[in-house]
């Protein structure tokens, strides 16, 4: 579980370094509005608060439910990984994309 745990860390820090990377250009927007809308009130730093927030706050969901039911909190972190590590990818093909001429 640990190493599940360290694993959503790491994706989360490479998910908001290729956000970073991508919204350095002109061509690309912030998807989620809510992290669109730190970002336009409080620059980078607004979105790497929201996005630390958001990750903790999975983490303590995570927590929470192993806490019940560990073979559950195993599941949604798991689920949670593949949706992000879905994200990294759709950021890394955009970045591939981009880069060609």
């Given at each position: 579980m640990k190493l599940?745990?360290?694993m959503?860390?790491?994706m989360n820090g490479l998910d908001l370094g290729l956000t970073l990377w991508l919204l350095?250009?002109?061509h690309n927007?912030?998807?989620?509005?809510?992290?669109?809308?730190?970002m336009s009130q409080f620059g980078s730093k607004g979105?790497?608060?929201?996005?630390?927030?958001?990750?903790a706050f999975v983490i303590g969901v995570v927590g929470y439910?192993?806490?019940?039911?560990?073979?559950?909190?195993?599941?949604?972190?798991?689920m949670s990984l593949l949706i992000l590590g879905s994200v990294i990818v759709y950021s890394?093909?955009?970045?591939?994309?981009?880069?060609?001429?």
């Open positions: 599940l745990l360290a959503f860390v790491v350095k250009g002109d927007a912030e998807a989620n509005p809510v992290a669109s809308l730190s979105l790497m608060v929201f996005k630390g927030a958001m990750t439910i192993g806490y019940h039911d560990l073979r559950k909190a195993r599941k949604v972190l798991w890394c093909l955009l970045i591939v994309v981009q880069a060609q001429p």
